[in-house]
């Protein structure tokens, strides 16, 4: 329902002319809808899709590789309100990633069926390992758990027993490691800002997700600030960033990333791909004050390239 989803999920659901076991396989066709600034027409575009019968639709809040603006779950709210209005044993599905606590309730509290996301993102706390979460409706849950384990066993085994701990202290200390994030955030948009660079959201926005985008206008700068991130990470600071073709990406991508915790973007990250307009997705940082320092780092390193 908000458009084209994420890069890495045009494979899952079978974009791609290969056999590999996508959602096209299954006999699951998937069509999508773009998000659209003038409100009422956006969900007249919705009822009148609705008309074709779907099992499910999918909400993303985040805004992947799209300057779009990220959702608040009160907006999540109104597009399940009216999804149910025409036919209410549809499905929603809300992908949640990056905005877990950024604020007061979340999308099931405004009636979305389930909500999903990553344990090395937001909720995660930057302790959990690995792993995600579904959340939601009991019997969805049942459902869920059966195809991801066996049907019959469902949920009966549970995650894996030695990553308790980690699952538990993540999600206990994850409220804190995203207030940090969105100070880290805000402060990023603010220099950029003031250096010329186009920014979403600016410093004073009203953020419903930890995820800054700044567009940056050349390659070089974007692998620039991708370098002035790693530089000053707490793992692999040595290591320089460079585009590559990365499985389920259409375009080079660049990442910086030197975590704790490999993969995690609630600890301080950038990426983005190198296509037009050069767009760096900057997310995460659990602790303000040494994040602070990369931010700095990577504004240093694109600044001597034009704006």
Not at 54 to 59: E, H, L, N, Q, T
Not at 250 to 258: E, L, P
């Amino acid at each position: 329902m908000t458009g084209k989803p994420y890069d890495t999920m045009e494979d899952v659901i079978g974009k791609s002319k290969k056999d590999i076991g996508s959602l096209k396989n299954f006999g699951i066709e998937f069509e999508y809808v773009e998000l659209e600034s003038d409100k009422s027409r956006y969900f007249d575009k919705i009822k009148n899709k609705l008309k074709s019968k779907f099992k499910a639709v999918y909400i993303q809040r985040s805004r992947g590789y799209s300057l779009r603006p990220s959702l608040s779950s009160e907006y999540i709210g109104e597009l399940v309100s009216l999804v149910k209005e025409v036919d209410p044993e549809i499905i929603t599905i809300v992908d949640n990633c990056y905005g877990e606590f950024v604020e007061v309730k979340e999308p099931s509290e405004f009636g979305s069926d389930l909500i999903v996301g990553s344990l090395i993102k937001n909720p995660g706390g930057g302790i959990s390992p690995s792993g995600g979460y579904i959340a939601g409706k009991k019997h969805l849950i049942n459902l869920c758990s059966n195809r991801f384990t066996a049907p019959g066993i469902g949920k009966e085994i549970g995650a894996n027993a030695s990553g308790y701990r980690d699952l538990f202290m993540g999600i206990y200390n994850a409220p804190g490691a995203v207030s940090q994030a969105l100070k880290t955030a805000v402060f990023a948009s603010a220099i950029f800002e003031i250096l010329g660079y186009e920014v979403s959201p600016k410093y004073n926005d009203k953020r419903f997700d930890i995820v800054q985008s700044i567009t940056l206008k050349s390659s070089q700068a974007l692998i620039g600030f991708c370098r002035g991130i790693q530089g000053k990470s707490p793992i692999d600071s040595f290591v320089v960033p460079e585009p590559w073709d990365m499985p389920g990406y259409g375009d080079k991508v660049i990442m910086a990333a030197g975590n704790f915790i490999s993969g995690s973007s609630i600890e301080l990250s950038a990426d983005g791909p190198l296509r037009d307009p050069y767009v760096v997705w900057m997310q995460g940082g659990t602790c303000f004050y040494t994040s602070k320092i990369g931010i700095m780092n990577a504004a240093q390193n694109v600044s001597s390239y034009t704006v």
